[in-house]
Nanobody, 116 residues
Framework: QVQLVESGGGLVQAGGSLRLSCAAS????????MGWYRQAPGKQRELVAG???????NYAESVKGRFTISRDHAKNTVYLQMNNLKSEDTAVYYC??????????WGQGTQVTVSS
């Protein structure tokens, strides 16, 4: 009964910034991993950024230096700060979480559109 609720998507000009948030609602599980994926039209879904319980992060090469993922462990909430956005960042962004029992949860997706 876990839901991941995303917010913060929208339309932004190239070079601008957005902050995405993802908060768990309903039954709160203990997550060992949370991350953000994205899928652009005609492309495969890809991992953009992930963060572990020990706050070890990893990023797709295309976003390194521009995006920052962070996590509020107490709230089971993950954030994605996106700076210097590019047109190629346009995609539907999905929040993902994996709990300590290795169950996966997905958000509904939020549209990020970057105009050039």
């Amino acid at each position: 009964q876990v839901q991941l609720v995303e917010s913060g998507g929208g339309l932004v000009q190239a070079g601008g910034s957005l902050r995405l948030s993802c908060a768990a609602s309903g039954t709160i599980f203990r997550f060992k991993f949370m991350g953000w994926y994205r899928q652009a039209p005609g492309k495969q879904r890809e991992l953009v950024a992930g963060i572990t319980n020990s706050d070890i992060t990893n990023y797709a090469e295309s976003v390194k230096g521009r995006f920052t993922i962070s996590r509020d462990h107490a709230k089971n909430t993950v954030y994605l700060q996106m700076n210097n956005l590019k047109s190629e960042d346009t995609a539907v962004y999905y929040c993902h979480a994996r709990d300590i029992w290795n169950s996966d949860y997905w958000g509904q997706g939020t549209q990020v559109t970057v105009s050039s």
